[in-house]
């Protein structure tokens, strides 16, 4: 190996920072220029362009005006039914009657006529009630069902936001491994050129470089995605630039939160649960309605009635009704519609059993995930403050000419994998966060404000 003098070092490492400043000035620059046309959106701005604008939610809401109308409609049956009707009757002959040698006329050839009729359950064993409470309960599972779709939108958006962090933190591991790489390009070319190293190193570092550039390329193409995901969540244009920040952790409370507290909380929160419960009502309300068909209705009807037609004492009338209806046979049906209702109301309850025990695998899964994710964070941190110090001292044993090209490599490849683990481990830790308050069914609007 060839020795050179003090001052080809000296003028070695001039050139080399100043190679250094321009490559760390241009990607300033462009970072720079990237922010300056981005917008710049906060998770809970997110948050609330999701809430307003998901297309989602809006289908849902329909469904739910949708069951509002349909208590309205229960609701009439209840109410009295009032009927009007106006008629004008042209007849070819004019109706008449024969008394003896004679013919009498019984009524007009043309005449008008009219009549309001007003009609009203006045009991029905409950039937119709029972319909409007089915009706009401039915209203309340899409209420709740809106609100359980919300959730979820805001769930994954909130996921979408921190991916879209991750993606960042990625995107600069890996421009700072580029950068890494080119610095040593500059080493590896002026030791080679001061004749202390072989071609093969200048090569190995110029190979590193390609290497490291397709992995950038990669990172930006994924930061990309991310983004046009985010935007299509919250309905912006998928082209449209994002400008993120980074000021979400997970909370101390999360991370001890006791597994029989987090159960005790979802089964009490979660929405699935309530939907359950409301459909279990409604079908209640449809066994009342369905065992009152047993029994007689009982209802009123009264009207006043007009004929023009002056061979009549009395033209107009009134008139009132009291009656009763009942269906003697009708085939077992409605039996058949009460065992029917029997077994939905059984099969119900055995799904929500089942959705209990899901629900606590489901909040063990993310409890579990934070912990590891936390354990993951504290080992990578330290790892990354080694690998640091590792390139540090390689780095000074290459310039020095005691070192050697792979292990610098090395050294940096080691600080990029550690760095990546350690923002990968930090953003599982929020993700899985967030999803443990989804799973213990708590408002995601109003926590990530």
């Known amino acids: ?263 005790g909380k979802a089964e009490k929160n979660r929405l699935e649960l309530a939907i359950i419960d409301e459909t279990l009502k409604s079908l209640d309300f449809e066994q009342k309605a369905k065992r009152s068909e047993y029994f007689p209705h009982f209802f009123a009807r009264g009207g006043y009635d007009y004929t023009e037609n002056r061979y009549q004492v009395h033209e107009g009338n009134w008139s009132l009704l009291l009656g009763m209806g009942i269906n003697l046979f009708q085939g077992g049906s409605t039996r058949a519609e009460l065992l029917k209702i029997e077994n939905q109301k059984l099969k119900l309850k055995e799904q929500r059993n089942k959705l209990i025990d899901e629900i606590r695998l489901e909040v063990k899964k993310y409890l579990l995930d934070i912990r590891n994710a936390k354990e993951r964070v504290t080992v990578t941190k330290d790892s990354v403050l080694q690998a640091e110090e590792n390139l540090r001292i390689n780095k000074l044993k290459y310039e020095e000419g005691i070192g050697t090209a792979t292990d610098v490599v090395d050294a940096v490849t080691l600080l990029t994998i550690a760095e990546t683990n350690y923002y990968r481990a930090l953003y599982d830790m929020r993700r899985a966060e967030a999803s443990l308050l989804y799973s213990m069914g708590i408002n995601l609007l109003e926590v990530y404000q």
């Open 1 to 263: 190996m060839k020795i050179y003098d003090n001052n080809s070092k000296y003028i070695v490492k001039i050139a080399r920072n100043l190679k250094i400043l321009l490559i760390i000035v241009a990607h300033l620059t462009m970072t720079l220029l990237r922010n300056s046309e981005a917008e710049l959106l906060t998770l809970k701005d997110c948050i609330q362009l999701a809430a307003k604008n998901s297309r989602i939610l809006k289908i849902i809401q329909h469904e739910e005006a949708i069951a509002e109308n349909d208590t309205f409609f229960a609701r009439s049956k209840m109410l009295p039914d009032v009927n009007a009707n106006l008629s004008y009757t042209s007849l070819a002959h004019q109706p008449a009657a024969i008394f003896g040698i004679q013919t009498v006329p019984l009524s007009e050839k043309n005449y008008f006529s009219y009549s309001l009729s007003i009609q009203q359950i006045l009991y029905d064993f409950r039937e119709n009630a029972a319909r409007y409470g089915a009706s009401k309960a039915i209203l309340n599972t899409k209420k709740l069902d809106t609100e359980r779709v919300r959730n979820i939108v805001l769930l994954d958006v909130i996921i979408l936001y921190f991916d879209l962090l991750e993606a960042e933190k990625l995107l600069s591991v890996a421009q700072k491994e580029v950068d890494r790489f080119e610095t040593h390009l500059i080493d590896a070319r002026n030791l080679y050129e001061a004749g202390v190293i072989t071609k093969n190193d200048l090569l190995q570092a110029e190979v590193k470089i390609s290497d490291a550039k397709q992995k950038l390329l990669s990172a930006k193409n994924y930061r990309e995605l991310i983004v046009s995901r985010l935007n299509n969540a919250i309905l912006r244009p998928l082209t449209a630039e994002i400008e993120v920040t980074d000021n979400y952790g997970v909370t101390s409370d999360t991370l001890e939160i006791d597994t029989e507290f987090a159960w």
